[in-house]
């Protein structure tokens, strides 16, 4: 009898697992992946939709069109996990395992910050339309980009927002009109430290107003002023508040999560705590690197190898490092890119067309490449 595999969530993680291990074990297990809505939305065009340069029909695809044809896809949403009996349960029915992977991503609480009615965001659809209008609105004025709570998806995505402002403001011809502040929950600008100085230089040249230390505690409408944990107050004319973060709901109500709701995993195996026949990758997960694509892909490998050693009997072979590639685009065509893993923290040199072109390379051949693990290394670079 081939084993069953059942995997959650159809995005980055969900989507290279189940099509690695189809492609691996034909005969021995039957791979099927359960998605909420069976769509697949390549999350960092969001920026791109806010800022005009991207249409929302071309970051989603139906995520059948991504899978083998020997993966099976169920849309349906997961609502409880039972560890004892290896069973799913689904809003319309019920699923059972002999392994499971967790790969149901984050989810945006932004209801968890008082008068957050009145701020922006881009962490999805909706929100990422609103912002690209709001900002072909914006003649001139105070805008502030400030951070909800961490851990967020993409770290660097608040500085790259900030960077694009100028950018796009630049281009409007109206720079001299729009006074940018940039609120950094932390004891830096850029949430990697080696990064820090030349994203902090590059925000300084753009005449970027910059404030550490503002863990943001609610939002006043009416005064239009947000209020820090640390007791300091800034007004806005235009808010963009990065909205805090959950695990998924299906991650809570089962109690596989911490408090945050992100599962708690083996750091090198990416087992859940407590149960070998369970694996977690992404943002789902509550390891100690940045909720980013680039980590699912990496860890995705693992993932498979563990289930086929476990499955053949043989020890793994593979362990996950930490690693992570993540890219900053810094307006004016110019980027930055970040390789790092646990071990070694990223030495990238400073912005660059090189590191913007390989950004918008991979944005474009995005559907191609990742869903099948086809990324050729030149584009990832590698940790020193
Ligand atoms: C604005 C922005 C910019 C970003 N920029 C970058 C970048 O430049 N580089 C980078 O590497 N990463 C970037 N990211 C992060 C990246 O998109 C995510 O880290 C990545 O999508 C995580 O993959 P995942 O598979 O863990 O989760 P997701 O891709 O979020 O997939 C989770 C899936 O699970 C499904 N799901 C959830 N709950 C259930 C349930 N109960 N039942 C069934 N299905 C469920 C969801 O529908 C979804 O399809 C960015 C993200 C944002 C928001």
């Given at each position: 009898m081939p084993k069953k595999v059942v995997v959650l969530g159809g995005g980055v993680g969900g989507t290279m697992v189940a099509n690695a291990l189809a492609k691996e074990l034909k005969k021995e297990a039957e791979v099927t992946i359960v998605d909420e809505d069976g769509k697949h939305v390549y999350q960092p065009g969001f920026v791109y939709i806010s800022f005009g340069k991207?249409?929302?029909?071309?970051?989603?695809?139906?995520?059948r069109k991504l899978l083998r044809k020997n993966v099976g896809l169920v849309v349906d949403k997961a609502v409880k996990i039972d560890k004892e009996d290896r069973r799913v349960q689904l809003a319309n029915g019920s699923l059972d395992y002999d392994y499971l992977v967790l790969a149901t991503g984050a989810e945006i609480h932004p209801e968890e910050i008082q008068g957050y009615e009145d701020a922006h965001h881009f962490y999805d659809m909706q929100a990422s339309v609103k912002l690209k209008n709001a900002l072909a609105r914006f003649n001139g004025g105070k805008i502030v980009v400030a951070i909800g709570g961490v851990p967020y998806r993409c770290p660097p995505a608040p500085a790259e927002s900030i960077c694009l402002l100028d950018y796009y403001f630049h281009k409007r011809g109206i720079r001299k009109k729009v006074d940018l502040w940039f609120m950094s929950p932390l004891v830096r600008i850029f949430p990697l430290e080696t990064v820090d100085p030349f994203v902090a230089r590059a925000m300084e040249e753009k005449n970027v107003n910059t404030q550490t230390f503002f863990n943001v505690e609610y939002v006043d409408p009416k005064k239009k002023m947000v209020h820090s944990l640390e007791g300091e107050s800034i007004d806005y004319d235009l808010l963009i508040l990065i909205p805090p973060h959950k695990g998924a709901q299906v991650i809570r109500d089962s109690e596989l999560g911490d408090r945050g709701g992100w599962i708690l995993t083996d750091r090198h195996t990416l087992q859940a705590e407590n149960a070998d026949d369970l694996y977690a990758i992404g943002d789902a997960t509550n390891l100690p690197v940045s909720k980013s694509g680039a980590a699912a892909h990496y860890e995705s490998p693992i993932v498979v190898d563990g289930i086929v050693s476990d499955m053949t009997g043989t020890p793994p072979s593979k362990k996950y490092d930490g690693r992570v590639t993540c890219f900053c685009d810094g307006g004016f065509k110019k980027g930055i890119m970040m390789d790092f893993d646990y071990e070694h923290p990223p030495s990238p040199p400073p912005f660059s067309r090189r590191a913007y072109w390989k950004k918008i390379l991979f944005n474009k051949l995005y559907w191609w490449l990742l869903p099948k693990d086809r990324l050729p290394g030149f584009l990832m670079g590698s940790v020193k």
């Open positions: 991207e249409k929302p029909h071309k970051i989603v695809k139906d995520e």
